[in-house]
């Protein structure tokens, strides 16, 4: 593993910067002004305004209105702990300032964001490898209409990649100070280690899943340690650079959890139940949690479209049996239990406990039949859907694409996005295999399997849970126009 050898001060680093958007100037502009032009097209033709998005804010307004972080039920605000507090608080923030349900104010924002992420990405590119690189980690990012549209959308995902690419950033210039022949010589800042803590923080205050990035980032300095005391060169500042790691991550897990504490003691005081976090199922304390239902789910889930038609249909909304996969029975036995446990939801579209129980029972006896199906091909196959499925779940193309029934533009939108996705991806299975020569690879590659693994285990494989992965993707494939020249001597900052 090789680390850069100069040290990087604040004013060296704005200097660097500065100097290679000077050389570049055309360059920056034509791809922001691109970038800005895609997300707004996307803003302007398909702007996503969805249940959740009204979910969200329902609660930033009740918040602003009666100080009470609650949804409305009935016509009664009612204290909620279903969801974080981070987006509430930025739509908050927003419809302060713009007014009440100013979405479109929301989403212009929300551009700005996805534009600044693009430069942190081209600035991560810059210090692995080289300024080739942050160019096309630049145009590759903007030009990324998966990004793009998700700008458009009320959602969380363009705050929580933001925040993930900064973690990213702070994470590469705290590791740069963590060499062994570096550390004993220099004392390491501990702003990037706060600064990344801070990220990460934001990141499980949007969602629950920022978690795994501080699991990678721990786990990685936890390597680092262990390969420093494994070490057996007889560095006389050994003792020092352990200690240094060490400091980098106490720092790291204290700044990214102290952000819990607030919303961890309000759920003490106003619910009286510890949740530093959401519930699994994002549900409040009286609503029932459908775990046969779940369970049985993930006996046969597989793809997006199964997610569409039958687990979000459940419940309040009739399912046609005819629509589960074959993979959903063992037996013709096992069809007609199916049939008849829907018959009997169909009747008022509730799932009851007994219903439940009676779900749980089927998906208990799958899993005896088939244990391997259930706890690895099943997740496995959800995470590659995930990865490889086109990635047109905000527009009006049928989820159902490898049918031709759709209209015609839409097919050619379905197949060209999803075309474009496995471009990126095997790109950036080609950069990774190339990059095992630069620092910082284990953080990026652990960072990728552990979001991957997590998200196996979900019973709604959608694909914009990988898009927190996306920076990693578009940093590996810019990887591949680093010439060898640029290997052998890249910047070092």
Known sequence: MRFPR????????????????????????????????????????????VDDSRLYA????????????????SGQVV???????????????????????????????????????????????????????AKAALMLSALC??????????????LEIFFTVLALDFAVCGLAGLRPETSPLLKPKAGPWFGCGLSIGACILLRPDGGILLAAVGAY????????????TGDTHKA????????????????????????????????????????????????????????????????YTSVQEIYWAVPGTAVDVTRLPRRAFDSEQQRQETAQLFADYNQDHDITPELDARFAALAAA?????????????????????????????????????????????????IVFG???????????????????????????????????FLGTLENPEPRYTLECYPVVILAGASLLIGKANRANRNSA
């Open 221 to 232: 300095l936890f390597v680092l340690f262990v390969s420093a005391v494994l070490n057996r």
């Open 145 to 158: 209409p998966f990004l793009a549209n998700y700008s458009a959308a009320v959602l969380t995902e363009t």
């Open 419 to 453: 075309l474009l996705n496995l471009a990126y991806v095997s790109a950036a299975v080609a950069g990774l295999v190339r990059w095992r020569e630069f620092y910082g690879l284990g953080l990026f590659v652990l960072f990728l399997f552990l979001r991957s693994l």
């Open 366 to 414: 799958r899993i005896h039949t088939a244990p391997l199906r259930y706890y690895v091909w099943l997740p496995a196959v959800r995470i590659a859907d995930m990865w490889l499925r086109p990635r047109t779940e905000l527009l009006p193309s049928d989820p159902r694409w490898w049918e031709f029934d759709d209209a015609g533009v839409w097919l050619a939108v379905s």
């Open 79 to 133: 204290p909620t702990l279903s969801r974080l507090p981070g987006y509430p608080a930025f739509l908050a923030a927003l419809f302060a300032i713009f007014g009440w349900s100013n979405f479109r104010a929301v989403l212009l924002i929300q551009v700005l964001f996805d534009l600044t992420t693009c430069l942190l990405i081209a600035d991560i590119a810059r210090r692995l490898f080289s300024e080739r690189a």
């Open 58 to 73: 329902d609660i930033a307004m009740n918040w602003l209105q009666y100080g009470v972080y609650g949804i409305t039920n």
């Open 240 to 303: 020092r650079h352990l200690l240094t790691i060490l400091r980098a991550g106490v720092i790291l897990v204290i700044s990214a959890l102290a952000p819990l504490v607030p919303w961890t003691l309000r759920n003490l005081h106003a619910l009286h139940r510890f949740e530093p976090l959401a519930p699994r199922y994002a549900n409040d304390s009286d609503e029932l949690v459908m775990t046969g239902f779940n369970r049985w789910t993930k006996t046969w889930i597989a793809d």
């Open 6 to 49: 100069t040290k990087l001060t604040a004013t060296r680093y704005i200097l660097i910067v500065l100097q290679l958007v000077r050389k570049n100037v055309r360059f920056f502009l034509a791809a922001i002004l691109c970038g800005l032009a895609l997300r707004l097209g996307f803003l302007l033709h398909f702007p996503g305004v």
